[in-house]
């Protein structure tokens, strides 16, 4: 130990080096850490697969018309994201039920998903990783 001290007492180089390797390591935990502190609900693909088959829940796609129409989750319902406030009472009969909010890479949907819970849908979750996720785990999109 008092040689790998002495090692980065030798030049300011390598302390840069040392407080660099620190740092992106600190980076390749941070989202290992900070998963079980967010604040939204996420489901992989496969959860999702589980609530739709299982519980009836509803995918809410909030990606823009031309995405949704290229390829989207079978029944889901599609309202983009600048028009979910206004729309809000359309989902109102779904409040029971699980809703899955999904966008192209999973990056819109938490806080989608968080503001759902706020307004009264207690089972609101995020698609993790989103519809590039859905198609990496190889389930099936329909187009419209």
């Given at each position: ?9 030798k030049s ?37 697969v589980q ?50 909010v999904s ?42």
């Amino acid at each position: 130990m008092e040689q790998f001290l002495v090692f980065l007492q030798k030049s300011p180089f390598n302390m840069l080096l040392f407080g660099l390797a620190l740092a992106s390591g600190a980076m390749l935990l941070w989202p290992l850490v900070s998963r079980p502190f967010r604040m939204s609900h996420e489901v992989g693909a496969s959860e999702a697969v589980q609530l739709i088959n299982r519980r009836d829940a509803l995918v809410l796609d909030v990606r823009d018309t031309g995405d949704y129409a290229a390829g989207h989750i079978a029944s889901a319902k599609h309202v983009p994201e600048a028009q979910l406030a206004e729309r809000l009472k359309e989902i109102e009969k779904y409040r029971t039920r699980p809703i899955i909010v999904s966008c192209r890479t999973g990056s819109r949907a938490p806080s989608l998903s968080a503001m759902l819970r706020k307004k009264g849908f207690a089972e609101a979750f995020a698609l993790r990783g989103g519809i590039a996720a859905w198609q990496q785990a190889n389930l099936p999109l329909e187009k419209s």
